[in-house]
């Protein structure tokens, strides 16, 4: 099979990133829910030796508002469009194995792959691979409902959720897969969703198949298969400056790295601390700055933000939690680890606890601040080696205390 590489969204996509977690709600996503199933399933799949082929990229289409989004998740109805050609910059690169008789479209909307299945007798089919920044695992159960209701079926309470999931395997690491039966809303004939939601780091990447129900029953099989062949590699970085471009460092734009300028835009205002190393955030983070201590250990520091409430405070620390391998609390276990903090125009919430990165396996420790901000919230991680974020503790709180909005 030919490899194609990943296209890269806009920088459009900077000012969407926090609305489109809306669209985990689309058709377009890829879930899969067990309705009735009290026991947990874990698929295992050889691998196969294939060729892996590579997505392409997705556009953005918010044509219409979306009502019936998770509570708290805010308006996409007026988030701009992106072009076809856009790209995730700051987003891992994915490459799969294509299952025999799934056809690749072209990504469109928020996918970063698309296929379509034809069956007998007109049957057919969609698959699509959906990243969304900033959606916290708390909407999960919301998100599960709402794919409920796209095929006729009524809501179920988050125990009933959680029963009917079914533990599989995308890019190596765990997934919830749902897998959900009813009826088309427009034919009124059977119908079923598979979907998975993973989540990695800050983002939340949904894999969904829609379809008639005997044949997505059918194609189950090579959908798990498809899913165990999924790999993440390293985000796309920034495009280097074209040959003989003049130096920017002075020019009011910003820090100037290997990749680029930094760009300031949508920075509060602030006081950096010395010692602390700017470095481009990707397409998601307001700014990202990284820290060395001793023996070349590191940590870092990631600054976003999210309209309205941005998942809630549970929501956000089970989020971090997640990062760090520890379990999901409860929102009252949640709010008795949470230490308050004094900013600027009121109170933040502080945690601070200790793990192993999900991505190096090794043992870190992170300090997170949520700062909600009138119409939107602010979060301040400092995340790495333990001696380092020790040392930096106090430098990181006095930080975040002293950001003026």
């Known amino acids: 099979m030919k490899s194609h590489p990943i296209q890269k969204f806009t920088n459009t996509f900077k000012h969407v990133a926090n609305r489109s977690a809306l669209f985990a709600l ?16 874990v698929y295992r799949v050889a691998k196969d030796q294939d060729q892996t082929q590579q997505s392409t990229a997705p556009a953005l289409s918010t044509d219409s508002p979306n009502p019936g989004l998770p509570p708290g998740h805010p308006d996409i109805s007026s988030a701009p469009g992106l072009p076809p050609s856009a790209a995730p910059a700051g987003l891992p690169q994915l490459t799969w194995k294509t299952p025999d008789g799934w056809t690749q479209m072209p990504a469109g909307e928020m996918r970063v792959a698309s296929f379509k299945i034809q069956g007998p007798d007109g049957k057919k089919a969609d698959v699509s691979v959906i990243p969304l920044p900033g959606l916290a695992s708390s909407t999960d159960d919301a998100n599960v409902n709402r794919w409920r209701s796209q095929i006729n079926l009524p809501p179920v309470s988050p125990d009933d959720s959680k029963k009917s999931a079914e533990n599989v395997q995308a890019g190596g690491q765990p997934a919830q897969l749902f897998d959900l039966a009813g009826t088309s809303p427009g034919n009124g004939g059977t119908e079923r969703i598979l979907g998975v939601i993973q989540h990695r780091d800050d983002v939340a990447w949904f894999f969904k198949m829609t379809g008639d129900a005997a044949l997505v029953e059918q194609q189950k099989p090579a959908f798990i298969a498809f899913l165990n062949s999924v790999q993440f590699s390293a985000p796309q970085p920034a495009a280097e400056m074209p040959p003989g471009h003049p130096p920017m460092g002075d020019q009011g734009m910003g820090a100037v790295t290997a990749t680029g300028p930094i760009s300031h835009e949508g920075q509060p205002n602030w ?35 999210s309209p309205g409430e941005g998942g809630g405070l549970a929501g956000n620390v089970n989020r971090w939690r997640g990062q760090l391998g520890l379990e999901k609390l409860s929102d009252a276990d949640v709010t ?14 502080l945690v601070d606890m200790s793990g192993t990165d999900a991505r190096s396996g090794q043992p870190v420790r992170l300090i997170g601040v949520i700062v909600p901000q009138s119409s939107q919230t602010w979060f301040y991680k400092l995340m790495g080696n333990a001696k380092v974020v020790e040392s930096r503790k106090d430098a990181f709180t006095q930080f975040v205390q002293g950001v003026k909005y």
């Not at 001793?294 to 520091?301: H, I, L, M, Q, R």
């Not at 008795?336 to 919430?349: E, W």
């Open 271 to 305: 006081q950096v601390p010395a010692g602390w190393q700017e470095v481009p955030g990707g397409q998601f983070l307001v700014a990202k700055f990284n820290l060395t201590g001793d023996s070349g250990a590191t940590a870092a520091v990631n600054v976003s933000s």
């Open 336 to 349: 008795a680890q949470v230490t308050a903090l004094d900013v600027q125009g009121g109170k933040a919430s």
């Open 26 to 41: 689309a058709p377009s996503l890829l879930l899969v829910t067990g309705c009735h199933r009290d026991s947990v399933k």
